[in-house]
């Protein structure tokens, strides 16, 4: 890999079209991208500096998609996220008092139990008390050095992870509603704290741990009446800001609700579509966009580590507009 196969990925362009760009042909590109050939173009044209024609090596992103999401999609997503955890890199190197990683990875969990300890421990580790709600989920996270940024344009998907470099970076769909965004968030951690790779069961460890990282399991007991309604249900979700989706599956799978009172449940939620009551806006990441914004804005930026300005602007933009 490298920034012409990382370009084409984040604007969805076929080897004629960068051709074109660079003026050599499909030929050259192909020899160019896979290393056959070294590159002698001007890499100023697609808006990068000479010296980002190589990239930064990153982990497996790994994330919940639909079926139905295309590749196109995902490799854009994973190269944007790839290109955040570059600049980010460079940022914090030159400003004092960045945040550096300092959360302990754990090892893929065996049983649903480990999976709880594990998300108890990243409370604590994340200087968070064991019990009651983390009020700003996304500022705690990014405190433990962890770059969030927005991914527009993630068809079918909420988020995605992966190391760059040994850098943590999680990129979220913009769009994604208040209630999903900080499960999202705990999702995407959890995949950065326990796996390695995409296995049938990551998605569902990782659900679990974010669950139980939002919502102990002491905490979540306790609240439980003997027979919770979706009134108790929306009650709690304005307490721990996690959807009533989310907390009505958490008490099933903890064993509040049977399986019969689950599937009544899951009837009267169909009624409310996508619009769950109790909404509540997003908080967004903010420490990329801060680090931007210190070392003198987007163009400031762009220009002095030589990346393209309107890649970088996508990074700072928690709108859900793609940028053109």
Known sequence: MNRLVAYRSIE???QSELGEMLGVSIQTISNFESGR????????KLGYAPERFDIPDMSEPLHR???STPVSSRKRAQELLRLAGEVFIELRDRTPRTPMFDLDRYPTPTTLDEIEDDAIDVRYSLQHEKAGPIHNFTATVERAGVCIVPIAGLDGMDGLSSWVDGVPVIGVNPG???DRFRLTVGHELAHLMLHTRKTDNTEHEANRFAAALLFPRDDFDAAMPAR???RDFVGLKKSWGVS???LVYRAHELGHLNDERYRSLQIQMSTWRRNEPGKFEPVH???FAKLVEGNGGVDSVAGAIGVRRKHLAELVNWSHLRLR
């Open 65 to 67: 998609q639909r079926a």
């Open 176 to 178: 994604v509603p208040g």
């Open 285 to 287: 990441g903010q420490l």
């Open 228 to 230: 919770p309604t979706l």
């Open 244 to 246: 009533v989706a989310a």
């Open 12 to 14: 969805g362009l076929s």
């Open 37 to 44: 050939r070294p590159f002698k173009g001007d890499l100023t």
